[in-house]
């Protein structure tokens, strides 16, 4: 069974431009989370989205929005992009039985640079 | 907050020697779950803990949660060098997702 596929890997922006990250979750999986790793604030919550809804949201700027298609693959977008959104964005899906309190599985990551 | 808190922030070791990380929490949680994070790459699954149980072991991994005292500590028995990495705590709570804490960085010395 395939893991959970982040693209890109790695990408360089420049301030104000925008960007979307793909995910693709495992097969079977509803449920895709989004969060954002930097050395100062360590993992936090973006958002969840399960079924084509958001089912839960962190506490982001208006700036971080995210979607998800019908075959659960999602996709995050930041738009006018700065420096403190240089990160390492990591997506988890959960299987069907973990949907509140199950272990998450957990992408590559996209590492973003914004210069 | 619902974060957990790890502690030590580092650690280092020989091979051989165990490796114990704490995690410390401020509210009531569902369970408490251990991730594992190479460096630059994706977190990895360890072990998940309810708040119903006291100990919990899988393999070299060895779990313990304490809800009177809000804290939880990994055990890694005989630790080699591949378990250098960074190891979160992730609590469950009332919010319907995981909130992670800072990490501890782990390295064990060949």
């Known amino acids: 069974k395939a893991g959970v596929t982040q693209t890109p890997r790695y990408l360089i922006k420049t301030r104000g431009q925008q960007v979307t990250l793909s995910c693709s979750p495992i097969?079977?999986?509803?449920?895709v989370s989004w969060y954002q790793q930097t050395p100062g604030q360590g993992l936090q919550f973006l958002f969840e989205?399960?079924?084509?809804?958001?089912?839960n949201k962190g506490n982001f700027p208006g700036r971080f929005s995210g979607r998800q298609f019908s075959n659960s693959r999602s996709e995050m977008n930041v738009s006018t992009l700065e420096l403190g959104d240089s990160a390492l964005y990591l997506c988890?899906?959960?299987?069907?039985?973990?949907?509140?309190?199950?272990?998450?599985?957990f992408g590559e990551g996209s590492r973003l640079t914004v210069l | 907050s619902q974060q957990g808190e790890e502690d030590p922030q580092a650690l280092s070791i020989q091979e051989g020697e165990n490796a114990t990380m704490n995690c410390s929490y401020k509210?009531?949680?569902?369970?408490l779950q251990w991730y594992r994070q190479n460096s630059g790459r994706g977190l990895v699954h360890l072990i998940l803990?309810?708040?119903?149980?006291r100990e919990k072991h899988s393999g070299r991994l060895r779990v313990t949660l304490d809800t009177s005292k809000k804290s939880s500590s990994l055990l890694i028995t005989a630790s080699r060098a591949a378990d250098t990495a960074s190891y979160f705590c992730?609590?469950?709570?009332?919010?319907?997702?995981?909130?992670f804490g800072s990490g501890t960085q782990l390295t064990v010395l060949p």
């Open positions: 988890a899906s959960k299987a069907p039985t973990g949907l509140d309190t199950g272990e998450l599985f």
């Open positions: 097969s079977g999986h509803r449920s």
């Open positions: 989205y399960f079924s084509e809804t958001q089912r």
């Open positions: 509210t009531s949680i569902n369970n």
């Open positions: 803990i309810r708040s119903n149980e």
């Open positions: 992730a609590i469950s709570g009332s919010a319907r997702q995981l909130t």
